[in-house]
């Protein structure tokens, strides 16, 4: 929102630009996920999303801090190279990886539920951003929420999953019990 109102050309782009970073980084999983294992690249992700969550959340409170509007430009500017990096890492990590992997060790009707409260939580999400961000004024400390509990749902992720490349579904669920 900032960028659109300190940029206005460059700021109509923005969300285009955000959203093209998102498809390449899901363009370049499906050859990745030929050469690695969906366990080790969620992991790889998980953790760097909590990383760049941390990055721009660190901006956005130096941006709230900064009283020059040439130290702004550059702030906001760092601020959207950061989020399309969050995107490209996303679409090229946990966007594309955690479905294929839930699908293959659950039922579908697990799947759906899954699914379900994923976009419940996602909703709960924005509204809580949403109050969070209009008590603050400024967005700097959801996304520091963010990062803790990307981080701490990595680690979760991490001690629970197994790594089933190359297993039948039969051996994974001999694995799993």
């Given at each position: 929102?900032?960028?659109?109102?300190?940029?206005?050309?460059?700021?109509?782009?923005?969300?285009?630009?955000?959203?093209?970073?998102?498809?390449?980084?899901?363009?370049?999983?499906?050859?990745?996920?030929?050469?690695?294992?969906w366990r080790k690249m969620t992991l790889i992700g998980g953790f760097s999303l909590a990383f760049m969550d941390a990055m721009i959340?660190?901006?956005?409170?130096?941006?709230?801090?900064?009283?020059?509007?040439?130290?702004?430009?550059?702030?906001?500017?760092?601020?959207?190279?950061?989020?399309?990096?969050?995107?490209?890492?996303?679409?090229?990590?946990?966007?594309?990886?955690?479905?294929?992997?839930?699908?293959?060790?659950?039922?579908?009707?697990?799947?759906?539920?899954?699914?379900?409260?994923?976009?419940?939580?996602?909703?709960?999400?924005?509204?809580?951003?949403?109050?969070?961000?209009?008590?603050?004024?400024?967005?700097?400390?959801?996304?520091?929420?963010?990062?803790?509990?990307?981080?701490?749902?990595?680690?979760?992720?991490?001690?629970?999953?197994?790594?089933?490349?190359?297993?039948?579904?039969?051996?994974v669920q001999i694995q799993l019990q």
């Amino acid at each position: 929102m900032a960028f659109t109102f300190q940029q206005p050309t460059i700021g109509l782009y923005t969300p285009v630009l955000i959203t093209i970073s998102q498809l390449i980084g899901t363009f370049l999983s499906v050859p990745m996920l030929k050469y690695f294992e969906w366990r080790k690249m969620t992991l790889i992700g998980g953790f760097s999303l909590a990383f760049m969550d941390a990055m721009i959340g660190m901006l956005l409170y130096l941006y709230e801090q900064s009283d020059s509007t040439q130290n702004q430009d550059y702030i906001l500017l760092l601020t959207c190279i950061c989020i399309m990096i969050f995107m490209f890492t996303f679409g090229l990590s946990l966007g594309s990886c955690v479905w294929p992997y839930i699908s293959f060790m659950m039922s579908p009707s697990g799947v759906t539920v899954a699914s379900v409260n994923n976009w419940i939580l996602a909703g709960c999400s924005i509204i809580a951003f949403s109050f969070v961000t209009n008590a603050m004024h400024s967005p700097w400390v959801m996304m520091f929420i963010y990062m803790g509990v990307t981080f701490l749902l990595t680690i979760v992720f991490a001690v629970l999953s197994i790594n089933i490349k190359g297993l039948s579904v039969r051996k994974v669920q001999i694995q799993l019990q």
